[in-house]
């Protein structure tokens, strides 16, 4: 099982990003899939989640609801999340995450496997 997060960069304030997560050795659409972050010096911050595809709900952490949009293409086995009018405190490291338990709503009762972050940087 491997999680591969990619799509960070560098953006202006205001600015958008799409992050993906690529995701190998197990079927995605069967898990719930999150998606957090770390800023330096901060604890880790879930910021969204989408479940199964079974069960077809998705969660945003208020501070990027409006902003952000979590998604997945079952075909290309990745969830993507859409960034919009990304702001500084959106500056950090960003992981997905896979759910343990197949069929999982959001949030899963843990998440087992981790990808690597990709580092979002939100400055002018």
């Known amino acids: 099982v491997q999680l591969q997060a990619s799509g960070g960069g560098l953006v202006q304030p205001g600015g958008s990003l799409r992050l993906s997560c690529a995701a190998s050795?197990?079927?995605?659409?069967?898990?719930?899939i999150g998606w957090f972050r770390q800023a330096p010096g901060k604890e880790r911050e879930g910021v969204s989640c989408?479940?199964?595809?079974?069960?077809?709900?998705?969660y945003l952490v208020d501070s990027v609801k409006g902003r952000f949009t979590i998604s997945r293409d079952n075909a290309k086995n990745t969830v993507y999340l859409q960034m919009n009018s990304l702001k500084p405190e959106d500056t950090a490291v960003y992981y997905c995450?896979?759910?343990?338990?197949?069929?999982?709503?959001?949030?899963?009762?843990?998440?087992?496997?981790w990808g690597q972050g990709t580092q979002v940087t939100v400055s002018s």
């Open positions: 989408i479940s199964s595809s079974d069960d077809g709900s998705t």
């Open positions: 995450a896979k759910g343990f338990e197949v069929g999982s709503s959001c949030p899963p009762l843990t998440y087992d496997y």
């Open positions: 050795g197990f079927t995605l659409d069967y898990y719930a």
